[in-house]
């Protein structure tokens, strides 16, 4: 059974000052999205595709096949402004890509089962890719989505604040998703200080780990004909996979399960996030967790 984990690694890395999807976190300067490769096919996944922008479709795709046990299938795509449903067409400028959806659909003639979707700059732990891949195997899942949930409070960065997708969850079902812009604690208080909206720490959140049915490409084709109508979405609005797997839920087109991660996440929104994700990388390292070099005798 092909097992497909996608990774979006096409962002412009604006609040970080630079491409941190390729930066160095690693003990032997590895990239951070290696841990997740290497977690994901150490858990069963056989198919790696990363989205990305177009000047780097060579060099990741140079980077990792080397790197890569043989079983595992590679595809790199570009995440370009062209590319867009049929009868639409784009000729203006922008400065950023189209979004979280559409860097997904990017994806669609490489992808034709269930699959999973992670950010390519965070870190998400074994356990999220084990409980992923039980859940893709699992056939009552076939048409189904999930979300890996983490908990709010160990997801808040030190240096400033940050976007969550707050979830609002009915045993093991997802009800929605809000995105909070701007959450940080201060002085112990943790809140979205644009709402004002106040929470305990313990809410469980969204860090955009998603398994999703392949029905998910034409959902979001869906959108974005709709989307690309509106002059002032076309100049600088992005359209998000939240927002789509919102409207999954609100039209109840599929079922959404809630799935406890049980791992460690850390992320680097900040220049200044990296010296702890380095640090925790190389404790892991030191503890066993992970070989250094990463790909070391992996076959």
Not at 246 to 255: F, H, L
């Amino acid at each position: 059974m092909e097992k497909t984990l996608l990774l979006m690694a096409a962002g412009r890395g604006s609040r970080y000052g630079k491409l941190k999807q390729f930066d160095g976190f690693g003990p032997t300067e590895e990239f951070l999205m290696e841990f997740s490769i290497y977690d994901a096919i150490k858990s069963g996944f056989n198919h790696i595709v990363m989205i990305t922008q177009k000047d780097n479709v060579d060099f990741l795709r140079d980077y990792l096949s080397p790197r890569l046990p043989k079983h595992v299938k590679l595809d790199v795509v570009a995440q370009v402004l062209e590319d867009l449903p049929e009868g639409a067409s784009f000729t203006g400028e922008r400065p950023k890509p189209w979004g979280t959806a559409h860097a997904v659909w990017a994806a669609r003639n490489v992808i034709s089962n269930p699959f999973a979707v992670i950010n390519a700059d965070d870190y998400y732990g074994k356990s999220a890719f084990k409980y992923a891949g039980q859940f893709i195997e699992n056939p009552d899942n076939r048409d189904a989505y999930g979300l890996m949930a983490y908990t709010l409070k160990d997801t808040l960065s030190q240096h400033g604040s940050v976007s969550r997708g707050v979830c609002q969850v009915e045993g093991n079902r997802l009800i929605s998703v809000k995105e909070r812009t701007k959450i940080e604690e201060k002085d112990g208080v943790i809140k979205d200080w644009d709402s004002g909206i106040g929470f305990t720490g313990n809410e469980a959140v969204s860090m955009n780990f998603w398994v999703c049915s392949p029905s998910l490409f034409q959902n979001i084709e869906n959108d974005l004909k709709v989307f690309l109508k509106n002059e002032d979405n076309v100049k600088n609005s992005e359209i998000y996979l939240p927002f789509i797997i919102q409207e999954i839920i609100a039209n109840d087109s599929a079922k959404v399960f809630v799935i406890p991660s049980d791992s460690k996440w850390f992320g680097v929104t900040y220049k200044s996030d990296k010296e702890i994700a380095v640090d925790e990388l190389k404790g892991m390292t030191d503890n066993g967790e992970y070989p250094t070099p990463l790909w070391t005798n992996f076959k």
